[in-house]
C-alpha cells in the first residue's frame, strides 16, 4: 500500500475514533443550551416534554431494530422502567427547583459547567465504540446529573425543571446505547449521527450567543481535521524496531564455572 493511501486511511480511521468525544460534547453543549433556553424563555417546556417523548420512542425503537433487544428485556419492563423515570422525575420536581434556591446563580453556573467538564473526561467512551460491553463511568454520569439537578434549580416552574431533567437522563443516560448500537451497525451512519448532534447543538447554541455557537464549532473543526493531521503527522516520529532476533544466550562468568566431574 502507498505511504499516501496508508496515512490517509489512518486519519479517516482517527476521524471516525474521534466522532465518540464529538457526539458527547454535542449532548453536553445541547443539554446545556436546552437549560439556558427553558430559563430565558425561548423554548416552552411542553415542546421540550414532546421532543422527549419522541426521543424516548425513537431510542427504544432503534435499540430494538439495530441491537436484537428492548432495552429492560422486554417491552413491559422496558415501558415500567420508562414509566418509573418519568414519574419519579415528575414527583421530584418540585423539591429540584427549592434545592439550590439559596445559592447564587453565578455559582452554580460556574459548579455546572466545572461538572460538565469533569463528565467529558471521565465518560466510558470505550462503550460507544464496543470495546467493552457495559457502561462504566458512574462518576461522569453521577457528574451530568448533578450539573442538570443544579441547573434545573433555576428553573421558573417545576414543569420546566420536570422538562429539563428529563431531558437531561434521556440525553446520558439513553444515548449512549442508541449511539453504539449505530458505531456497531454501520460506522458512517455514526459519523452522519455525530454531525446531526452537532449541527443540532450549534443551532441551540445561536438564540442565546452566536459567538459561543462559533466557538464550539471551531472546537469541532479542531477535533475533526486539526488533531486528526496532528496524530497522523507524528506518526513518522513513531520508533519501531523490526527484524529476525537472535535467541537470548546466557553468559555465565569464567569463575562461576562449575568444576568437572573427576572420572
Known amino acids: 500500500m502507498p505511504a499516501g493511501t496508508s496515512l490517509e486511511a489512518n486519519q479517516k480511521h482517527i476521524t471516525v475514533a474521534l466522532a465518540t468525544q464529538k457526539a458527547q460534547l ?25 421532543t422527549c417523548t419522541l426521543l424516548m420512542t425513537a431510542g427504544y425503537i432503534t435499540c430494538a431494530a ?69 457502561l462504566s463511568g458512574a462518576l461522569a454520569l453521577a457528574a451530568a446529573v448533578l ?17 429539563q431533567v428529563l431531558f437531561s437522563l434521556l440525553s446520558f443516560m439513553l444515548s449512549p446505547f442508541v449511539r453504539r448500537y449505530i458505531r456497531a451497525a454501520s460506522a458512517s451512519c455514526h459519523v452522519v449521527t455525530t454531525a446531526g448532534l452537532v449541527c443540532a447543538a450549534a443551532w441551540l447554541l445561536v438564540p442565546l450567543s452566536l459567538s459561543a455557537s462559533s466557538l464550539f464549532m471551531a472546537c469541532v473543526f479542531v477535533l475533526t481535521f486539526v488533531c486528526p493531521a496532528l496524530l497522523v503527522s507524528i506518526h513518522k516520529y513513531k520508533a519501531k524496531i523490526n527484524g529476525p532476533w537472535d535467541e537470548a544466550v546466557p553468559h555465565i562468568p569464567r569463575h562461576l564455572h562449575l568444576p568437572p566431574v573427576l572420572a
Open 26 to 50: 454535542a449532548v453536553v453543549v445541547a443539554s446545556c443550551a436546552v437549560a439556558a433556553q427553558l430559563k430565558a424563555g425561548i423554548l416552552d417546556a411542553t415542546h421540550l416534554l414532546l
Open 66 to 134: 439495530l441491537g436484537g433487544h428492548l432495552l429492560g428485556g422486554s417491552l413491559v419492563r422496558g415501558a415500567r422502567q420508562g414509566a418509573l423515570l418519568v414519574g419519579g422525575v415528575a414527583c421530584l420536581s418540585p423539591m429540584l427547583r427549592t434545592l439550590a434556591a439559596t445559592i447564587a446563580t453565578d455559582s452554580i453556573i460556574a459548579l455546572s459547567v466545572a461538572l460538565m467538564t469533569a463528565h467529558l473526561f471521565l465518560h466510558d467512551y470505550n462503550f460507544v465504540n464496543s470495546v467493552t460491553d457495559r
Open 147 to 163: 450539573a442538570s439537578v443544579l441547573l434545573s434549580s433555576t428553573m421558573p416552574s417545576e414543569l420546566h425543571v420536570f422538562a
